[in-house]
């Protein structure tokens, strides 16, 4: 549609949604929340601005380049338009709800604005939601959250959906369990981050071989993990493994048909991760449908690794990105609109509309119902106490 | 509950929203929008921030000093948070909906920002939902919006609606028909909104009779429209009072069950309206639950009387705020809870939730299920194929 006034013009990266596609979104959004509702996650709303020292503390610091600041003239100190909801959550969970019972399961859904858009995400903004299940470092939790962003998706029509597990610790445990030097491991998780085998063999010293190895495990994940248990992975890296063939087994058990593949040298993305992490695909759709994974809740610093020595508390969730699933979802059944013409009796339009019909009422008095119900885009016609097709 | 750390310190006026508020806030949220849509109002959904200049032009120049401003490092040029969904709308259709047909029907549900909270509302971010009727003068379109706004509160659960209908163009159009200057209407005017009567006799001139009359009708409906009719208006208020009464018929013949007041000499708030003009309130509860009325969409000017020279579109809706609305419905039930031991089987989780049941999902194996349910806030275990109380 053409924008006749500048009136219109709306910045890059922003825009109106408009009649069916906004309806829809809406539609999607409240499926997946009554699917993590029923699986015992509780929404919480945090607000869209806040103390700019608060949300881009700790791990938000990396979110800081993308967040819009603005001025409060109330406390004359600068706030901060979020850009991502699960720090809230975390904030949430670690304050308001410290005393709630562990594991403590919460979800949310809403708006957030980055400053920037990515070449794969131009909006600027866009709709979140997922959950959080913290207070927890069992495997059992690592697979629920795995299996409800499979289910959710599936409940909201996304179909061919696919889910990439990975260990970003797992690098990082087998170079120590070897003794790389730093210099040498930053090296290597550069030509691994490029899945360059050549470079991964030319600098990896001691761990060229292993490291070899776990690239070429990446791919479905039965063979995947029948081929990390074939390699000689150092002690540091037992726990690692360990805990992946669990969840393994755990989602394969739950979910024989979801389509599952490992990649256990990817780390891209998952830079505050501590352990299993994931990345939501659907097979032919563009972009991740959603990330998420395991970190520590209202954690201090930026963890590095998943030594027990973390702050705060153990925790993993997910975070969907609405844009991407709303391409994924085939488009909604158009609704069947009934016009009903001045004088129609109000019972009969409440019976209509707890049928499941959309009613438009008439506001003048009409020679033909029927062309005006068309020109008005509805597909019937109340007429004679009888429903009529008006195309 | 505390707030142990400083991080859950939350600029003035912006909240938390916990777990059984949030769910609950959604959930009247999609019940209000679902009678919109049910009745032909179709969803839009403008974005958080606009450039201030088109956001904050036109009768959005009113709302300026409530307006969150911020820089766009992207375009370079000033951005403004939302303060009111209301106009956003009114823009989309009369830009990017120009050429749907009218009347256009459209509903939103959104966020909005204020930089200072008002002393009934200290809030600074809350909910408003809404509707809007564009491209029509019709009195049916002023009823409509009426019955729409008191039963989709209805339908949420708001009990003792009451509607307070004004028309805001009313005394201008009673002293521009006796010919007052505009210093005196002016004067009149502030004693009006005081409601002073001894004021509006002293000042009123040759219109304090009538003005003192029309002081004198307000109240409910049906006795309004009465004492409204016995008075001589002039010329100029006739089309006026002849609106108002066909618009109390139709509210009082489909709803005649509504608590309909009238209140002829009100325009406090209303400065922007061009015609029949209306305030819902829940008996009892504080605050307003929304308003709503005649105004002209993508007009340029703030409008100052109903005279047809008026730009734009004649449109009306209402807008609710939902903080309000929230406080005037009854409590949500409690939603039962059952815990799932590990080892149950994942269909009868499925079957449960399908039952309406919420399932929480044992993370360790348990001696003792029944007593981690309860330490969960669970109402009930399942156990042995059954849905036994854990309480």
């Known amino acids: 549609m053409t924008e006749p006034m500048n009136r219109a013009l709306l910045p890059a990266g922003l825009h109106d949604v408009l009649p069916r596609e906004a309806a829809f979104e809406a539609t ?54 979020r850009p991502d909801m699960t720090l809230q959550v975390a904030r949430i969970a670690t304050t308001r709800l410290a005393n709630e019972p562990r594991p403590l399961r919460l979800s949310y859904g809403g708006q957030v604005l980055r400053v920037k858009g990515s070449q794969l995400r131009p909006e600027r903004q866009f709709g979140q939601v997922g959950v ?23 409940a909201a029509g996304v179909t061919n959906i696919s889910v990439d597990l990975n260990v970003p610790t797992l690098v990082s445990s087998v170079c120590r369990g070897l003794d790389l030097p730093e210099d040498e491991t930053f090296r290597l998780r550069q030509a691994l981050d490029r899945k360059d085998a050549a470079e991964v063999a030319a600098v990896g010293g001691k761990a060229a071989d292993l490291l070899t190895g776990m690239m070429g495990a990446s ?26 063939n669990e969840v393994v ?4 058990t739950a979910a024989p048909e979801l389509m599952l593949t490992v990649d256990p040298v990817e780390h891209r993305g ?5 352990g299993i992490s994931f990345t939501l695909f659907s097979r032919g759709v563009r972009g991740e449908l959603g990330r998420g994974g395991r970190y520590r809740a ?10 027990s020595s973390l702050s705060g508390e153990p925790a993993t969730g997910f975070t969907l990105y609405l844009d991407t699933v709303l391409r994924a979802v085939p488009d909604p059944a158009p609704i069947p609109k009934v016009f009903l013409p001045i004088g129609t009796d109000p019972t009969e339009g409440e019976r209509l509309r707890a049928e499941g019909w959309v009613t438009v009422r008439a ?29």
Do not use: W
């Open 28 to 81: 999607i959004v409240e499926r997946l929340m009554a699917e993590f509702a029923s699986n015992g996650f509780e929404r919480v709303k945090p607000p869209l601005i806040e103390f700019e020292a608060s949300l881009l503390s700790g791990p938000g610091a990396a979110m800081a380049t993308q967040t819009f600041r603005l001025m409060d003239p109330v406390s004359q100190r600068m706030l901060a338009i």
């Open 132 to 154: 959080e299940l913290i207070g927890t470092l069992q495997p059992t939790a690592d697979a629920e959250v795995v299996l409800l962003a499979y289910r959710a998706l599936k």
């Open 219 to 244: 791919g479905p994940a039965d063979r995947a993990i029948e081929l990390l248990a074939a390699l000689d992975l150092p002690e540091t890296a037992e726990a690692d493994r360990r805990r992946l």
């Open 249 to 252: 087994r755990l989602i394969r």
């Open 270 to 274: 998952f830079e505050y991760q501590t």
């Open 298 to 307: 209202g954690g201090k610093a930026p963890a590095g690794d998943n030594g």
């Open 363 to 391: 506001l003048d008095a009409l020679d033909d119902p029927a062309a005006e119900a068309r020109r008005l885009r509805c597909t019937h016609v109340f007429a004679g106490g009888q429903i009529l097709s008006a195309v």
